[in-house]
């Protein structure tokens, strides 16, 4: 895969006739490598369904403390948890964690001078990105909890190396990093023309890939019915 973006950002970074490479390979495989991170965190489109052992006492645990499922490949690490269960010892379901915002959770759950513990009921995130962590109600027990999680990739090397980048985004990458090799070399106009085209092949992959039957339930996606809510009427013009 890494040849075929090679290929595609040196067809939009330099005319096709050019001799001489403006960028030199190293460099073009670092900015697709950036693309490929900033895509993956845009459009979540690297999810894996990963587990996080919860060990009483302790309630904050770090991203790098969540055990990603056997055979995954080309995962770097995790960049946001959307969704938390665990499973109940001696019954055949899981029970819900709920998310909550921060702020919610520190001051009903680290504003106590005497903290229950019990089950896993809220999680909170509290470190960002990549140095992501989590905290959680003061646990009981060993838990292992379930987590819906948002990844992104390791390094392209070679054409070897693994890409967990689904298509449609892959199409995208060429042009985020074709965005800073122009930004690079000075030329604004040339790199905002790569921006836009970015921008919208993000929008198409999420709209590809979410199906047409109550798009509203899925991710990413604005309220089908906000227009309504908010009284503006269809094929009027604004003003």
Not at 49 to 59: F, G, S
Not at 225 to 239: E, Y
Request: glycine share 8%.
């Amino acid at each position: 895969m890494l040849n075929q973006y090679l290929a595609q950002f040196g067809s939009l970074i330099q005319a096709p006739n050019s001799p001489v490479p403006l960028i030199s390979t190293a460099s073009a495989t670092n900015y697709i490598n950036v693309a490929r991170g900033q895509v993956a965190g845009e459009g979540e489109c690297i999810r894996v369904y990963a587990t996080l052992t919860l060990a009483p006492p302790q309630q904050q645990y770090g991203f790098s403390a969540i055990a990603l499922p056997a055979g995954t490949q080309g995962v770097q690490g995790v960049l946001n948890v959307r969704l938390a269960n665990f499973n109940v010892p001696g019954t055949p379901g899981a029970t819900y964690v709920r998310p909550r915002a921060w702020e919610w959770f520190h001051l009903y759950f680290l504003s106590q001078n005497q903290p229950t513990a019990g089950p896993p009921e809220v999680f909170a995130q509290y470190g960002q990105g990549a140095l992501g962590t989590l905290w959680f109600n003061l646990p009981d027990f060993a838990y292992v909890v379930s987590l819906d999680t948002v990844c992104y990739p390791i390094n392209l090397v070679d054409d070897t190396t693994f890409e967990a980048l689904p298509y449609l985004w892959t199409d995208a990458v060429p042009y985020y990093a074709a965005w800073l090799g122009m930004m690079n070399e000075q030329r604004q106009g040339d790199a905002d023309k790569m921006m836009e085209r970015y921008k919208d092949l993000v929008q198409r992959a999420r709209a590809a890939s979410t199906p047409s039957v109550l798009p509203g339930i899925y991710q990413q996606q604005g309220d089908p019915f906000m227009t309504n809510r908010l009284g503006i009427s269809q094929g009027k013009a604004a003003g």
